[in-house]
């Protein structure tokens, strides 16, 4: 987040912030409402997730609707594993860039960043064979915890030696750095990939999306957390500031305590993040490797063969694109901003349409709309210049 702001400026960082937050949390409300009413109407026991709501709903749409809807739901699901995806090679290249930095100080072997990556490969391994997301539940939270802790500690290490004044940073940056701004802001706060997922996983579903219910209240406290890191990590550091706040802190012991406990607590959301894949991409597999009985006599061997295989995947397409913050942008910008902009204002404009829409809905629908498609075109297209101009520069 601290460079994010540095692509945006202080204060247009933080309205921009706030702002997108916002547009994420309403488009997570869409998805909710549109798969309860799809349930409702069809008659289901269930809610169904991201893909099968926007194919249902998708169906019951006007005009050209109906004839996309498995279009639809086949890129939704692709974009799905894509994001998530990404998020877990990002994970790859946060951990050995802070365990690098860590032992660096400690050892004078000068051991390479991809080496670290390939050490992390194990754990991630061990923790990917979890099949239940419910055992998942006390690793999570001692994670979230560590998580929130380093948090704090990253902005007390920022700001124990004061802070520079507002005017030695921009306040507004150049224009054409926004689509990097906001390719990171969406990927740290968009959350819509595992909204279904985590809401038919709770003991009382209806608790996730009531006014305090889960998904608010953890839209604030990581709003608070985003705009606290990005504006203090930017104001202390500069254009100096990293892809990752850590790299920028000193080499004092609590710095390095910092570092390692965010290094767990990342790996250890890792199979969260890991879970959508599996559960979009494992279950037509088995059924073609199986035939009738899927995966034949060892169902649950097959599993952890594929999983296995995904986390290695996610490991060698973190060692080609190690550049953190571009990568950031480019995850964000290509399939994050569609899944969380794009999608839900059509699917509410699809199962409204018998009812008839507001002018108003019609309006918000189409600012989201509008907002989705311009942020992926823009961002996607810069964060690619950058990442090609940086492998470049590496080459020379």
Request: hydrophobic share 50%; charged share 15%; with cysteine.
């Amino acid at each position: 987040m601290g460079d994010a702001f540095h692509n945006a400026g202080l204060i247009a960082g933080l309205l921009f912030t706030l702002f997108t937050g916002t547009v994420c949390v309403y488009a997570q409300h869409q998805l909710i409402t549109t798969s309860a009413v799809v349930s409702s109407r069809l008659g289901m026991a269930y809610a169904p997730d991201y893909a099968e709501t926007a194919e249902l709903a998708l169906r019951m749409g006007p005009g050209f609707f109906p004839r996309v809807a498995v279009v639809a739901r086949r890129l939704i699901n692709t974009l799905l594993c894509i994001t998530q995806l990404g998020f877990c090679s990002v994970y790859f290249v946060f951990v050995a860039s802070n365990v690098k930095k860590v032992l660096d100080h400690y050892i004078s072997v000068d051991i390479d960043e991809h080496a670290y990556m390939a050490i992390a490969v194990v754990p991630l391994l061990l923790l990917s064979w979890v099949r239940n997301l419910k055992h998942l539940a006390p690793v999570s939270l001692a994670a979230n915890v560590t998580m929130v802790a380093g948090v704090v500690v990253t902005l007390y290490l920022c700001s124990k030696d004061g802070l520079p004044p507002l005017s030695e940073r921009r306040l507004v940056a150049d224009w054409n750095r926004w689509p990097l701004f906001f390719g990171t802001v969406v990927y740290s706060f968009e959350a819509i990939c595992i909204v279904m997922p985590l809401k038919n996983e709770m003991r009382n579903p209806k608790d996730f999306s009531r006014p305090l219910g889960v998904m608010n209240v953890g839209a604030v406290l990581t709003g608070v957390l985003l705009v606290s890191v990005g504006f203090i990590g930017y104001l202390k550091f500069g254009d100096a500031v990293k892809g990752s706040l850590t790299l920028n802190l000193d080499d004092s012991v609590l710095s390095h305590v910092l570092m390692v406990g965010l290094c767990l607590a990342i790996m250890g959301t890792y199979p969260l993040q890991a879970y959508v894949p599996v559960d979009i991409l494992w279950p037509p597999l088995s059924r073609r490797l199986g035939g009738s009985e899927p995966c034949g006599r060892h169902p649950v061997l097959a599993e952890l063969g594929f999983r296995s295989c995904l986390v290695i995947f996610t490991f060698l397409l973190a060692a080609v694109v190690p550049r953190l913050g571009l990568f950031i942008s480019l995850v964000g910008a290509l399939s994050s901003t569609s899944l969380a902009f794009f999608f839900p204002p059509l699917l509410d404009w699809a199962w409204r349409w018998r009812d008839g829409l507001s002018a108003w809905r019609h309006a918000v629908n189409a600012f989201i709309l509008l907002m989705g498609v311009l942020l992926t075109a823009w961002g996607t297209y810069s964060a690619l210049r950058e990442i090609i101009e940086a492998m470049a520069e590496d080459r020379s």
